[in-house]
């Protein structure tokens, strides 16, 4: 694919350092000329110094011959203009925007919902745009997620059965020491073992593997199974009864809103074991901002706000906040959800969840005791590429701090693999088939070696991350 991307911040260099690996043509536009000259030093790909909101200068990168367009500078406007810009000329474009205001964000998607008629077919998204991402969205719904599946880990859920959860082995525990061959014997539940992460680095298991004692494995299981899978790691799950959200922001706010307005889930009923007046009563939530905290208190009247600054140990031993079941820290100041997370750990905080800048802080966190750390631009960039990667590709999920990629994709009538046994293309070390879902069929299943698979599969794989040629033989381009 060739593929032009404007704004070469953390987020720009990020995802042009995917899409190089994968062999795809990039282009990488940029006025500040000092981000331009640390980009071009870093990065195997055309770096302009220019606007790139300019449609000459597009045409001179060749937008006319590309595949997608990626708007990533700090301004919200610009990158909607240049979209929209684009569109008007070059409309069968794939165009994909980050917007950081929540109002555009949203507007945008009740105008698509209310008129979707108007939108359908051959007319063109609202903007031009057809992909708006934004990345507080994007972290809220993982910290929410990891809240919902107890704090244990990252997690992520396919159809209506699958979790594949990242635990880690505890000492003592049943996995310790135990050969990946010889786990059928621990349980009767159905489940995969999907990588392995050790201080010598991540990898795909083989039946040879040894567990031990902290390693980090990811389990993927029906989510039924997953507090037995628990259990076997030596991981508790434990009633989160009182639970402080630092951060009022917009991040913040999203978190509260699924917590408080949505808590009827059964799994969340399951984890708070009280009644959602109770619930209620035990959400706090702190920020130093006067203006954030009234908005909070009138938006979440049965939550205590409390307007302070939480590196305050009067504040935290006054309001008792280190009686916490779980904190969960999503200030825009990733350094300090980190230090906070870890001091309350320290203080006796059951569970911790930190918002990171992305995934090279993720180990660091997690070295500090901190539960879960979320890294906000590793979220940002697997919602871009899941969309980059065509249509035949549903979704792109970033697993051991960047080593994997679960791929949601749809087999082709054209690929070699059509109408293979997973036995007779196995390919060990390479990738690892999860699931797959029969055509017509709406649940997945777990595949094993005499599964079949056929045109319009859909299927959910891990591989290395960017090695592209695994998911070509699969959509039938090689």
Do not use: W
Not at 91 to 112: D, G
């Amino acid at each position: 694919m060739n593929i032009v991307i404007i704004g070469a911040g953390f987020t720009g260099i990020q995802l042009a350092k995917r899409l190089i690996s994968e062999k795809n043509n990039v282009v990488l536009i940029d006025n500040n000329e000092d981000i331009v000259r640390h980009a071009s030093n870093r990065l195997d790909c055309n770096v302009i110094h220019a606007d790139g909101n300019n449609l000459e200068t597009l045409e001179e990168a060749g937008i006319a011959k590309a595949d997608a367009l990626v708007t990533l500078t700090e301004d919200d406007e610009i990158n909607m203009i240049t979209c929209s810009l684009v569109d008007s000329v070059y409309p069968s474009l794939l165009k994909i925007a980050r917007v950081r205001n929540y109002a555009y964000y949203t507007n945008t998607s009740r105008v698509a919902k209310n008129h979707a008629e108007s939108f359908s077919g051959k007319k063109r998204p609202l903007y031009g745009i057809d992909y708006m991402i934004h990345p507080d969205v994007e972290a809220a719904k993982a910290i929410v997620s990891a809240v919902e599946h107890g704090a244990v880990s990252d997690v992520f859920t396919f159809g209506e059965k699958f979790e594949l959860m990242a635990l880690q082995i505890e000492e003592q525990s049943k996995l310790d020491g135990c050969p990946l061959k010889n786990l059928r014997t621990l349980t009767q539940s159905k489940f995969i073992v999907v990588f392995v992460e050790t201080e010598e680095g991540s990898s795909l298991p083989s039946g040879d593997t040894i567990l031990h004692a902290g390693n980090r494995i990811g389990i993927l299981t029906e989510n039924d199974n997953i507090d037995e899978m628990l259990k076997l790691s030596g991981a508790k799950i434990d009633a989160f009864r009182n639970i402080t959200l630092v951060g009022a922001g917009r991040i913040g706010t999203i978190v509260a809103n699924h917590i408080l307005e949505k808590r009827s889930a059964s799994f969340l009923k399951r984890l708070f074991e009280s009644p959602a007046k109770k619930i209620a009563q035990n959400f706090v939530i702190v920020d130093s901002d006067k203006e954030l905290c009234k908005e909070a208190s009138e938006k979440f009247p049965s939550a205590k706000v409390l307007c302070g600054d939480i590196t305050d140990e009067g504040l935290i031993q006054e309001e008792g906040l280190e009686k916490s079941d779980l904190v969960i820290c999503a200030t825009h100041n990733h350094e300090m959800n980190m230090v906070i997370a870890a001091y309350m750990e320290s203080l006796g905080v059951a569970k911790t969840i930190a918002l990171v800048a992305h995934s090279a802080f993720s180990d660091i966190t997690r070295k500090l005791g901190v539960e879960v750390p979320i890294p906000l631009r590793d979220t940002i960039v697997d919602s871009i590429m899941s969309h980059l990667k065509g249509k035949n590709v549903k979704g792109i999920h970033t697993v051991s701090d960047g080593s994997f990629e679960i791929v949601e994709c749809d087999l082709q009538e054209s690929s070699k693999f059509n109408g293979k046994a997973l036995k007779d293309i196995a390919s060990p070390g390479e990738y690892l088939m999860l699931l797959v879902r029969k055509h017509g069929q709406l649940d997945y299943e777990l595949p094993g070696g005499n599964t079949v698979l056929t045109a319009k599969d859909h299927l959910v794989l891990i591989e290395k991350a960017g090695d592209k040629k695994i998911l070509e033989k699969f959509s039938g381009t090689v």
